[in-house]
């Protein structure tokens, strides 16, 4: 699916960004940026964390996940949702977080 590809390379180019930033390189980091604006103008608009916490509300509600073994049935219910619209790493993060409460 287009979304995937280009999320995928948007990620990338934000991570090589941050490497270039880390090794003092502006000149490629701003190159990455540039690029990366690029394809965020083909992507849908991206989640905030507060919505993106409410959708993982929701699937922990219709899963019934309890703990962190359920993370694997909220991630499937999520990932139709989110993707292209955020982050799946952070995505996760956040599920692990809500889960371990």
Do not use: C, F, H, W
């Amino acid at each position: 699916e287009i979304i995937t590809v280009l999320s995928r390379e948007a990620k990338k180019r934000r991570e090589a960004a941050e490497a270039y930033t880390q090794a003092q390189r502006d000149d490629l980091a701003s190159k990455e940026r540039a690029e990366a604006a690029v394809i965020a103008k083909y992507l849908p608009a991206q989640l905030s964390e507060d919505e993106i916490k409410k959708l993982i509300s929701d699937a922990i509600v219709e899963t019934g996940a309890n703990g962190p073994s359920g993370m694997g049935s909220v991630m499937k219910v999520l990932q139709p949702k989110i993707t292209g619209r955020a982050d799946s790493g952070v995505v996760s993060g956040l599920v692990k977080a809500a889960l371990s409460k």
